[in-house]
């Protein structure tokens, strides 16, 4: 199977930084795109932010100029790194990934989600 396990919450202060970390295990035969969702108490999973496998990057307006999304391919893992984080990026954040896993004899794609990290920003 596979899974996808995120570091990298906590609390900080407003115009503070946090970096988050997602490392994909299991049986991958090939990733194709990561990336950060989020969901404040009382709202919707949001896009914070993805990246293909061919780098290419895409993120929410709300987070542009402050977060950046990067990957070490041979980890398989995907970064966030957050910086002049505002009260409002207060929530659990998910990494996302879609993913193509060995089963026996046959390939398998599938959407895979990790178990979100909480990040507190407090004013």
């Known amino acids: 199977q596979v899974q996808l396990v995120e570091s990298g919450g906590g609390s900080v202060q407003a115009g503070g930084s946090l970096r988050l970390s997602c490392a994909a295990s299991?049986?991958?035969?090939?990733?194709?795109?990561m990336g950060w969702y989020r969901q404040a108490p009382g709202k919707q999973r949001e896009l914070v932010a993805t990246?293909?496998?061919?780098?290419?990057?895409n993120y929410a307006d709300f987070v542009k100029g402050r977060f950046t999304i990067s990957s070490d391919n041979a980890k398989n893992t995907v970064y966030l790194q957050m910086n002049s984080l505002k009260p409002e990026d207060t929530a659990v954040y998910y990494c996302?990934?879609?993913?193509?896993?060995?089963?026996?004899?046959?390939?398998?794609?599938?959407?895979?989600w990790g178990q979100g990290t909480l990040v507190t920003v407090a004013s």
């Open positions: 990246q293909s496998s061919g780098d290419s990057t």
């Open positions: 996302h990934a879609d993913i193509v896993r060995r089963a026996g004899g046959y390939y398998l794609r599938d959407a895979y």
């Open positions: 299991g049986s991958i035969f090939r990733i194709g795109v």
